[in-house]
């Protein structure tokens, strides 16, 4: 396994560093206050080839691999996540999953568009009464002639309120669980497609739109449907993949932040006549931080290099490579921003320093696109296999 960057990984690298530095960073904080998305950001993005990184250019995309795209996220991560996590859903759940799985006519018509954000895409999977066990789902599809009626209410859906497309989860036979499901494009103009903000204010991702969605007896035409009936399960678990991955280079990129905000911090502040950076049990913490985020930064690029090698048709799925590296990556940001704010002392308590953000955000990429708890079951069950099927 190759364990340097090559040429133009590298150049993505420094051009993402840059952009997140320089525009994203200086932002966060009044759009963490606000709650206001920096929406100029999106077409920047789509400027830099990021919003399609590794679409096809035909489609609009820059064509790159996928560990260039994990380092994007991984510098969106350091910055704010909630840029970040508009790439992730936006760029994989919605466009990859699009390119994976739509006819020429549906690539031909979103993928260019999204590839410079004149739209925006949404992926509506999680419901009022289904979440982990998204199988479980309750939106219905009813074929009435040459269109589907969607009936039903998705929650916690980002970028939902500021959509031009979803991607809409729904079952037209509960009865058949999640050979039941289907995929549809919806177009967030169409009647009957109704949003509003979420209740409450969020623990963190405080600038993300995040908005609860009602499916009114919404007309779709047959053409909509991403994929064939009954596929909606499969495209939805193979979107996750995708953005599993990127939630796990965020994590690495939070971590990261919260580590080079406290060795900065720990070099200059004193206590008891030296820099607190000198004490043992500063040093200890400073070097566990390090140490783990090395071991997650490992993982992460593991992965997404086998998804390079997927996509090349030289490997295996990656599923349980993606999942460790969500599963860890994030279990250790989840530490090192609580040990950030523990190191700032009473400044770590106040959004002055970032780590305060930090320690919130963690938490959502803890919970979306798979809870920590769902990553440990791909990963036993790809282990000890399912029964009547082998595991490894
Ligand atoms: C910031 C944010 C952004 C989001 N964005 C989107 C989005 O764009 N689109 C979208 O569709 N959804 C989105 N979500 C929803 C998210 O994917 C779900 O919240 C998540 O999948 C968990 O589902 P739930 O909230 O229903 O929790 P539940 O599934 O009810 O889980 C509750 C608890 O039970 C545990 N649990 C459940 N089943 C098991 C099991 N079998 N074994 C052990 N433990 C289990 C869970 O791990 C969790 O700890 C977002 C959520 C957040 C917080």
Known sequence: MRLSLIPSQLSLQTLARTFSRDEVAPLAREADETGIFPLHLVKRMGELGFLAGTIAPEYGGAGMDYLSYT??????????????????????????CINDWGTEAQKQRYLPRLATGEIIGCYCLTEPNAGSDAGNLETTATLDGDEYILNGEKIWITNGGIADLAIVFATTDRAKKHKGICAF????????????????????????????????SLRVPKSSLLGQEGDGFKIAMSALDHGRLGVAAGALGIAQACLDASVDFVRKRRAFGQRIGDFQMIQATIADMATEIEAARLLVYKA????????????????????????????????????????????????????????????????????????????????????GKEGI
């Open 71 to 96: 380092l994007i996220s991984e510098e969106l991560g350091w910055a704010d996540s909630s840029v970040r996590g508009f790439l992730a859903v936006h760029g994989s759940l919605v466009s990859l």
């Open 185 to 216: 494009l919806v177009e967030t103009n169409t009647p009957g497609f109704v949003r509003e903000k979420m209740p409450g204010k969020e623990l963190g991702h405080r600038a993300s739109d995040h908005a609860h969605i009602s499916l009114q």
């Open 304 to 387: 997404a290099t086998m998804k390079d090698a997927l996509s090349a048709g030289k490997a295996l799925p990656t599923t349980r490579e993606t999942s460790m590296a969500k599963l860890y990556a994030t279990e250790i940001a989840v530490k090192a921003a609580s040990n950030a704010v523990l190191l700032h002392g009473g400044r770590g308590y106040s959004n002055e320093y970032p780590v305060e953000r930090h320690y919130r955000d963690i938490k959502g990429l803890q919970i979306y696109e798979g809870t920590s708890h769902i990553q440990r079951i791909v990963i036993a069950r790809d282990i000890i296999g399912k029964e």
